[in-house]
């Protein structure tokens, strides 16, 4: 006879066995939540009205949850932007002006993924784009296979990090805090990843230029006034789709929602003016953005009746006990946490760990006291929320189940290989980790911006 008190255990423990056997997560998740709740009732800890519950939080949490109408709109504005031609104009402006720089081409590279994670916050369309784009052109000029395939999956990821990422729009709902508030502590963390890839590639091929060379000198205009020209054209319509966005949310211009729209709307406009908004790649756009938001709101659908059967058979109370009982502290707590987050990355993706994981340590972090160090409860809800969001960008480089890995691999040229990747993302997973100690050691790093501009 099963222990009721263990019944949670066994729920994890099967939904995670069953999500590698590659059976659709959304249905993994509900159909664990489901039947869990039948077992539940046998042993008479769970009441079948209780299903009743799921309808009105499938509806109200997810359905007429008018921040979550911002997913569709930012997942269609990834899309369309990778379309539009505006990533091929930037990069070749960073890789002109950084022409004479050892690892000129892999700092551009990291250059145009921080400008473009802050535009589409969309993964799958970052790396491949980026794949598609860089990769070629980094080896046509020599670069060494694996640090070239690291940068381009290291800074493709950035988008999950990032505003308008769809993970930290997902992500406040689920922790009750302001889409604005998460995106600007995000965005010192977001940058700090990028310098440190910045730092690495420089220090490399400073110190070995034969991994990155130096471009030809006569790449690219050689008048002050092209150069302009260029850097006017390639620069100021991402950066100006970005203050829109971001500007909007965070001065208070405009909902996380409203400001989706005019996210989308923009990035229409300048597929429009790159001649790349045809009626069949409108039409193409259109139907990827509805497989992506499905998949989302799918996966939205069956974690919500995962989570609730889990709470109500008690799995908050078994969790607490557990990290009671080792007595590990506060910091102990914390540590275990994050190693449980990165671990998981290795398996999972972002939206399973965010919405299996979240509603599991959220109340523990009441019963957690990091005294001066954090602040109040909200900032340590901040805190945590960044902490897991550096700490899930991990989940996309992490083998066996990286899945920018995979999206890089399947338009890759044939002669990069996996495992050539895999060696490939090893320093940018270290330095992620780097990224993670810091704002672990200093949270102003994600509360000071907030703070200073919110209150």
Same mark, same amino acid.
């Given at each position: !006879? ?63 949850? !008018? ?19 505006? /990533? ?12 004479? $720089? ?27 784009? !980026? ?104 620069? *100021? ?23 989706? /729209? $005019? ?10 003016? #790159? ?17 992506? #938001? ?14 609730? *059967? ?46 299996? *994981? ?32 550096? #700490? ?23 002669? $990069?290989? !996996? ?33 200073? $501009?919110?209150?």
């Amino acid at each position: !006879m099963i222990d009721p008190y263990y019944l949670p255990a066994f729920m994890f423990l099967t939904m995670a066995v069953l999500l590698l056997t590659g059976y659709p997560v959304a249905m993994v998740l509900g159909g664990v939540g489901l039947a869990f709740g039948f077992i539940g009732y046998f042993l008479d800890v769970f009441r079948l009205i209780e299903f009743f519950n799921l309808m009105p939080r499938i509806w109200g949490g997810i359905a007429d949850n !008018m921040v979550l109408v911002a997913v569709p709109m930012f997942i269609f504005m990834g899309t369309v932007l990778e379309r539009s031609g505006v /990533a091929e104009k930037l990069l070749y402006c960073l890789q002109v002006l950084l022409r004479r $720089v050892p690892g000129a081409l892999a700092l551009a590279v990291t250059g145009m993924g921080t400008i473009m994670a802050a535009s589409t916050g969309i993964i799958g369309a970052s790396v491949v784009m !980026m794949s598609l784009l860089a990769l070629p052109a980094m080896l046509h000029w020599r670069y060494d296979m694996a640090m070239a395939s690291g940068t381009v999956a290291a800074s493709g990821t950035l988008g999950i990090l990032l505003p308008p990422s769809i993970m930290l729009v997902i992500m406040a709902e689920m922790m009750g805090l302001s889409v604005g508030r998460i995106f600007m502590a995000a965005i010192f963390p977001g940058l700090i990843l990028a310098g440190l890839y910045v730092l690495y590639i420089g220090l490399r091929a400073g110190f070995n230029p034969a991994l990155a060379p130096p471009l030809d000198k006569a790449e690219g205009p050689q008048t002050a006034l092209a150069l302009a020209g260029l850097v006017v054209t390639s620069f *100021v319509p991402p950066l100006a789709l970005m203050f829109l966005v971001l500007g909007s949310i965070i001065f208070g211009w405009a909902t996380v929602t409203e400001a989706s /729209a $005019v996210g989308a709307a923009g990035a229409l406009v300048l597929a429009a003016l #790159n001649r790349r908004l045809s009626w069949a790649t409108l039409k193409d756009t259109v139907q990827r953005a509805a497989l992506t #938001n499905a998949m989302v709101f799918f996966v939205l659908v069956g974690a919500t009746a995962f989570a609730y *059967v889990f709470r109500s058979l008690g799995g908050d109370f078994m969790v607490e006990d557990m990290i009671e009982a080792f007595g590990l502290g506060t910091w102990g707590t914390l540590l275990v946490l994050v190693a449980i987050v990165f671990f998981l990355g290795f398996f999972f993706e972002w939206i399973e760990i965010t919405l299996i *994981v979240l509603p599991i340590f959220l109340p523990m972090l009441a019963l957690m006291d990091f005294g001066d160090h954090v602040g109040t409860h909200r900032e340590v809800v901040l805190w945590f929320a960044i902490l897991m969001a550096v #700490n899930l960008q991990t989940s996309f480089l992490t083998p066996p189940f990286g899945f920018a890995l995979f999206y890089m691999k399947g338009v890759a040229p044939p002669e $990069v290989k !996996m495992q050539t990747i895999y060696r490939g993302i090893i320093p940018f997973v270290l330095l992620q980790l780097l990224g993670l100690g810091l704002v672990i050691a200093f949270p102003q790093l994600a509360l000071w911006l907030p703070e200073a $501009v919110l209150g």
